[in-house]
């Protein structure tokens, strides 16, 4: 998208709600798409915050990826972007790829760490149905590395982050202190929030709701009824509870306080036991009333969460 179009959209938003003069207003794009004077004009139409699909810094990985970039042009934009005005520059990460070693993780973060960013997203590879990594695998063709291995890729993110500034404030997501991402901790910390366009879903209230995918059924729905919600669903109340612990535990912790006035204490009643357990094992710390996972917790936080009483 060129910079005038995205500018539209900005001030469609703008002309239509009410819009902090502070507010975060962050760009998702990726080196080789994107040069110094492109980079300039999305931070003059108001653009702060710039989340770069980088993946690797490794060519052999990034070849493996299909991206069209290499390791110098992926710096290079993080460069012109803190040149031209990008402070609050992210950048994504993707680990234990096929034949990744420990070391070549590693130097993909050491490399991050000497680019002027304030926030890296770091994700273990997931086959997603459908593509052409997922039918490699199928057919022979690739060997993915094991569970094990993956923590233990994970834990070397954790430590190695920690070590360097960063603070963990969500399963994948690492910042330095103010600069975590706020749409990010909107999701997490189970707030309201409305999404535009094809594929989007806001949740307000405990209401969720969806749009069309395909832009011609997004459009020629918008040109019918006003609008593209393809889909909708009311929360009860043990959902909305269930989907609140698991982001908390996902993210910052599970503030007792808040959950008290929202759904009430039976939870925490029923999982004491449990809780206590975690807490004596060094899965999960207690302190002024939050309760978080450790980095051990956070290895293996999809398990955990499975265990909890609604």
Request: aromatic letters at 12%; one cysteine or more.
């Amino acid at each position: 998208m060129e910079p005038k179009y995205i500018f539209e959209i900005i001030e469609c938003v703008k002309t239509n709600f009410i819009v902090c003069d502070d507010a975060e207003i962050t760009l998702e794009t990726n080196p080789g798409t994107v040069n110094a004077e492109k980079l300039r004009s999305f931070r003059n139409i108001g653009i702060n915050r710039l989340s770069i699909g980088i993946q690797s810094f490794n060519e052999d990985e990034l070849k493996f990826l299909t991206r069209i970039h290499d390791s110098q042009t992926a710096i290079k934009t993080v460069h012109d972007a803190a040149q031209n005005g990008f402070e609050n520059i992210s950048v994504d990460l993707i680990f234990n790829l096929p034949n990744q070693t420990k070391e070549t993780w590693r130097k993909n973060l050491s490399q991050s760490l000497r680019l002027p960013i304030k926030h890296i997203s770091a994700y273990s590879l997931i086959l997603e149905r459908g593509t052409i990594l997922n039918k490699m695998v199928r057919d022979g063709k690739v060997k993915m590395q094991n569970a094990d291995y993956d923590a233990d890729l994970y834990k070397l993110s954790m430590d190695f982050l920690a070590e360097n500034g960063f603070e963990q404030y969500e399963v994948s997501n690492f910042a330095h202190s103010g600069f975590e991402c706020i749409h990010n901790n909107v999701y997490w910390r189970y707030k309201d929030y409305l999404g535009f366009g094809t594929s989007a879903h806001s949740f307000v209230e405990g209401k969720r709701w969806w749009n069309y995918s395909p832009l011609t059924f997004y459009n020629n729905s918008v040109e019918a009824k006003g609008n593209a919600v393809i889909g909708e669903e009311v929360l009860t109340k043990n959902e909305m509870l269930e989907e609140y612990v698991l982001l908390a535990f996902r993210s910052k912790g599970l503030d007792l306080k808040e959950m008290e006035l929202l759904f009430g204490m039976q939870w925490h009643k029923m999982n004491k036991n449990f809780l206590d357990q975690l807490l004596k094992e060094n899965f999960f710390i207690e302190k002024n009333g939050l309760l978080s996972l450790t980095p051990q917790g956070y290895a293996i936080c999809d398990e955990i969460l499975t265990k909890f009483k609604i």
